[in-house]
């Protein structure tokens, strides 16, 4: 099931530079899409979410950005910390109300001090 | 902050045994979902459930799978005789549900070893 692709397995940024995870999804049906931080040994942590009525939803560093014609979204972190270190996934689906997570691989970023 | 507590942290068990996961959704959340993730591979939707039944499984929740709201507080999965290939880390998650922006709120997991 490759209906949400992460292409970067890992990410390496400096500590307070922008680090930029890209998503892509085939399923023309997804309307609703989230970002999720993950740290070893512990359950996806949500970050920000966006709806397709959208193309930009922001909160503090986390900005995410949609591009439905391409259908592709982006998570930018600015500036990155070190706590920031983490996997992040992708995840969308039809609808929001009790429906279905599909993930991406996931990407893994490491901030350097 | 309200959370998603799952236990136990660790559960192993021997090829063709039960087994039972537990989850204590957040306490105003309506719906309720297991994923899992087999180590390297994606996270997995199972199954969500709402109003005391299922409204949406997956492939892989056969008939082996069975899920439960047994009181007002705790969300089971049970896996009736395991597999090898159950081995993963199985999340719960809760959410309200009954918005556009609904987001689901993930337990720290279940880390599931069948031998």
């Known amino acids: 099931d490759q209906q949400v692709k992460q292409n970067s397995p890992s990410l390496s940024v400096q500590e307070g530079r922008i680090s930029i995870l890209n998503c892509d999804y085939t399923n023309s049906m997804f309307d609703y899409f989230l970002w999720y931080k993950k740290y070893p040994a512990e359950g996806p942590t949500f970050l920000i979410s966006i709806s397709s009525i959208k193309d930009k939803n922001e909160d503090g560093r986390f900005t995410v950005f949609l591009n439905k014609s391409a259908k592709h979204l982006s998570l930018h972190i600015v500036p990155s910390q070190p706590g920031d270190s983490a996997v992040y996934f992708c995840a969308a689906s039809v609808g929001a109300a009790g429906n279905k997570l599909t993930f991406g691989g996931g990407t893994r970023v490491l901030v350097k001090p | 902050e309200p959370e998603v507590t799952q236990t136990p942290s660790h559960q192993v068990t021997q090829m063709g045994q039960e087994v039972i996961l537990r989850c204590v959704p957040i306490?105003?959340?309506?719906?309720f979902y297991w994923y899992r993730q087999i180590l390297g591979q994606k996270v997995e939707f199972l199954v969500s459930?709402?109003?005391?039944?299922?409204?949406?499984k997956s492939e892989i929740f056969d008939d082996q799978f069975s899920v439960e709201r047994p009181d007002g507080s705790n969300f089971t999965l049970k896996i009736r005789s395991t597999k090898l290939e159950d081995s993963a880390m199985y999340f719960c998650?809760?959410?309200?549900?009954?918005?556009?922006?609904?987001?689901?709120?993930f337990g720290p997991g279940t880390r599931l070893t069948v031998l």
């Open positions: 998650a809760s959410s309200t549900g009954g918005t556009s922006t609904d987001t689901q709120y």
């Open positions: 459930f709402y109003n005391n039944e299922i409204s949406e």
């Open positions: 306490s105003n959340h309506l719906y």
